[in-house]
T-cell receptor, first 112, second 112 residues
Framework: NAGVTQTPKFQVLKTGQSMTLQCAQD?????MYWYRQDPGMGLRLIYY???????DKGEVPNGYNVSRLNKREFSLRLESAAPSQTSVYFC???????????FGPGTRLTVT | GQSLEQPSEVTAVEGAIVQINCTYQ??????LSWYQQHDGGAPTFLSY????GLEETGRFSSFLSRSDSYGYLLLQELQMKDSASYFC?????????????FGKGTRLHILP
């Protein structure tokens, strides 16, 4: 039981490049989330998915797209990376009827 | 909308007790969660309070007052390994707007 896994762990992009951050969970959770974390800003919700086939915007969705590929996987795509997207990205999941979120180890992204 | 306020930093001495406060403003309130995050790590769930009062789990306790829109995390017998950031969070129930909003976090410094 790996919990929530994320790939890659580190990434450096040039401005304008695109990439997809992958997230998978093996706990059979319905809900999945993408957050970004910047110094002094806490965790800000980018997108979330309450169930397979549904996605909704969070607080800071501009510049991102998501895909809930199946119940296990929830990917985050940066179509044209900008330096303002330099951050640590966390994926999380939670089970129906429970308030505990489980987080992946994070992806540290730098855009130059 | 929803917002959570917590102090940015707190300092305490090893072996002592420290309280980290959180006040919230929400359009609908269901409970208050607390998470711990060590440097370079992912947030991990500590506690959830749905009802008024104190919930104790080992050295950590969490308190909620719904009438005051206020809660706190109490850490006793502080250890150096408790040096971390602590986040309060407000979840929404699964059958409605399914997301969790986090405060900006409180950095706990522990002095030997």
């Amino acid at each position: 039981n790996a919990g929530v896994t994320q790939t890659p762990k580190f990434q450096v992009l040039k401005t304008g490049q695109s990439m997809t951050l992958q997230c998978a969970q093996d706990m059979n959770h319905n809900s999945m989330y993408w957050y970004r974390q910047d110094p002094g800003m806490g965790l800000r919700l980018i997108y979330y998915s309450a169930s397979e086939g549904t996605t909704d915007k969070g607080e800071v969705p501009n510049g991102y797209n998501v895909s809930r590929l199946n119940k296990r996987e929830f990917s985050l795509r940066l179509e044209s990376a900008a330096p303002s997207q330099t951050s640590v990205y966390f994926c999380a999941s939670r089970a129906g009827g429970h308030y505990e979120q489980y987080f992946g180890p994070g992806t540290r992204l730098t855009v130059t | 909308g929803q917002s959570l306020e917590q102090p940015s930093e707190v300092t305490a001495v090893e072996g002592a007790i420290v309280q980290i406060n959180c006040t919230y403003q929400t359009s609908g309130f269901y409970g208050l969660s607390w998470y711990q995050q060590h440097d370079g790590g992912a947030p991990t769930f500590l506690s959830y309070n749905a009802l008024d009062g104190l919930e104790e789990t080992g050295r950590f306790s969490s308190f909620l007052s719904r009438s005051d829109s206020y809660g706190y995390l109490l850490l006793q017998e502080l250890q150096m390994k408790d040096s971390a950031s602590y986040f309060c969070a407000v979840p929404t129930p699964m059958n409605r707007d399914d997301k969790i909003i986090f405060g900006k976090g409180t950095r706990l410094h522990i002095l030997p």
